[in-house]
């Protein structure tokens, strides 16, 4: 079975997010660069599955020359190959144009099923995998928090209000799961040393058959009009207890409508 994992490298959560002055796009070069947690549960979901019946996973992302650091991560973790979409002439891809060239890499690999996060912790559009399934003409399955393949069949559990639903799918398909999948391995010594010698292919624009008109900030949908800095987080207001606390947390809570 052949597995596609798709990664994304984000600015860390725990490193502060700035938007770019000159036209309001998250800062990137501004903040330390990881692979998606999402995305390393993802790795973690294409490893088992690989374990179980055998097959190989290959890591697929799209992004600048650093994100090979993603793929060198996920490598170490297990996965078997990757592939990176890398060329300036993907800069400012919102995505719609994200999704057409993960499609069109898709299209130069042979898979059995697509593993995506759910959604990504930095666009956070929860969009992609959609429009990937979409754009390959195969079902998609959302909110995956337990997965299983059965001959030709993948039996999934989806997160829903409340519950979770069963579904099954015929495959190739894409997957996209939630944090509840599992946890993710940590690379070992063994595996780090492995990650440098496996293969990585890249894909530039022009191999994937997209001209340099075609893809990127020059026809993105999406277009930051304005943006601006977060107010300073302003003082809280006080409450001395000196025995009508109480009535004045409750007076607070009311005139800011939360009782
Ligand atoms: C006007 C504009 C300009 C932008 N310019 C840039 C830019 O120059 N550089 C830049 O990095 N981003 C840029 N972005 C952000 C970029 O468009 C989004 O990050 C991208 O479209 C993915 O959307 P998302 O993060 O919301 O994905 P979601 O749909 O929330 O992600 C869900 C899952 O899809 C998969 N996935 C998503 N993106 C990728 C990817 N790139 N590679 C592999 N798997 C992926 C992952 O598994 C992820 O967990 C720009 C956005 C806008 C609106």
Redo the contacts with the bound molecule.
Sequence with gaps: MNIVV???Q?PDTYSERKLRESDG??D?DATDNVI?E??SR?VEAGLQLTEAHGGEVTV?????DRATEVLRKALAMGAHKAVH?VDDA??????L???AA?AAALGKLEFDLII?????T????????AMLAERLGIPQVTFVRALEIDGTTLKAERTVDGGYTEVTSPIPAVV?VTEKINEPRYPNFKGIMAAKSKPVTTFSAEDLGLAAGDTG?AV?W???LDAAPRPPREAGEKVNDDGSAGTKVAEYLASARLI
Excluded: C
Excluded at 60 to 64: A, E, V
Excluded at 90 to 95: E, T
């Design positions: 798709l990664v994304k984000v796009i998250l990137r998606d999402i995305d993802g697929l992302t799209l992004g600048p979409v993907f800069a400012g891809s919102d995505a144009q994200t999704s993960l995506a996060g759910n959604e990504s930095d666009g956070r559009t929860a969009s992609v995998p996209s900030g993105s999406s277009i930051v």
